[in-house]
């Protein structure tokens, strides 16, 4: 099993572009999750999952959409990057919810000039 | 005050040293724990669940006191391969259920 999977590992984007990262997890897990990390900041939580089709604003959700389409797979769009979500971007899932022990994805370094 | 603190660090301790850290929560309401180790520029990866007093996992110890409201981690005979930044993370119950996640404390064992 591959556990989770993001792509991509590093993306340089201007201001304005717009951009879409991709997680994937063969676990069967119902919860997914997208974090970023900032110096500082510690994990913060942008959107997430409870199952297929369906998904949920975290605390820092401005600026980012998600879907959800297969309960494999959970995206998370950029639609108009901006300097401030210069950040490396978590995905994690879970069998059960947030009480449960997350498996996290290796991260995306995202870089907005 | 953030709702789970945990001390920076970086403690730095040499190779065999038993170190401890503490985190520390102040919603009443956190009902599971847990501690998660993360390597520079890794992803976090659970090292222990709490849902009770306690739980021992080798050389590791994690210890809950809710009367106080903090847990512990105590490490023994620390390895060099322990260091890492340790992340504590509380699970609040309640109509505002969420995982509230601390900054973590780094720990940098010596040869």
């Known amino acids: 099993n591959a556990g989770v999977t993001q792509t991509p590992k590093f993306r340089v984007l201007k201001t304005g572009q717009s951009m879409t990262l991709l997680c994937a997890q063969d676990?069967?897990?119902?919860?997914m999750y997208w974090y970023r990390q900032d110096p500082g900041m510690g994990l913060r939580l942008i959107h997430y999952?409870?199952?297929?089709?369906?998904?949920a604003k975290g605390e820092v959700p401005d600026g980012y959409n998600v879907s959800r389409l297969k309960k494999q797979n959970f995206l998370l769009g950029l639609e108009s990057a901006a300097p401030s979500q210069t950040s490396v971007y978590f995905c994690a899932s879970s069998y059960l919810g947030q009480y449960n022990e997350q498996f996290f994805g290796p991260g995306t370094r995202l870089t907005v000039l | 005050r953030k709702e789970v603190e945990q001390d920076p660090g970086p403690f730095n301790v040499p190779e065999g040293a038993t170190v401890a850290f503490n985190c520390t929560y102040s919603n009443s309401a956190s009902q599971s724990f847990f501690w998660y180790r993360q390597d520079c520029r890794k992803e976090p990866k659970l090292l222990m669940s709490v849902y009770s007093s306690g739980n021992e996992d080798g050389r590791f110890t994690a210890q809950l006191n809710r009367a106080s409201q903090y847990i512990s981690l105590l490490i023994r005979d620390s390895k060099l391969s322990d260091s890492a930044t340790y992340l504590c993370?509380?699970?609040?119950?309640?109509?505002?259920?969420?995982?509230?996640w601390g900054l973590g404390t780094s720990l940098a064992v010596n040869p």
């Open positions: 676990m069967n897990h119902e919860y």
């Open positions: 999952s409870v199952g297929e089709g369906t998904t």
């Open positions: 993370a509380a699970f609040r119950t309640g109509n505002n259920r969420k995982l509230i």
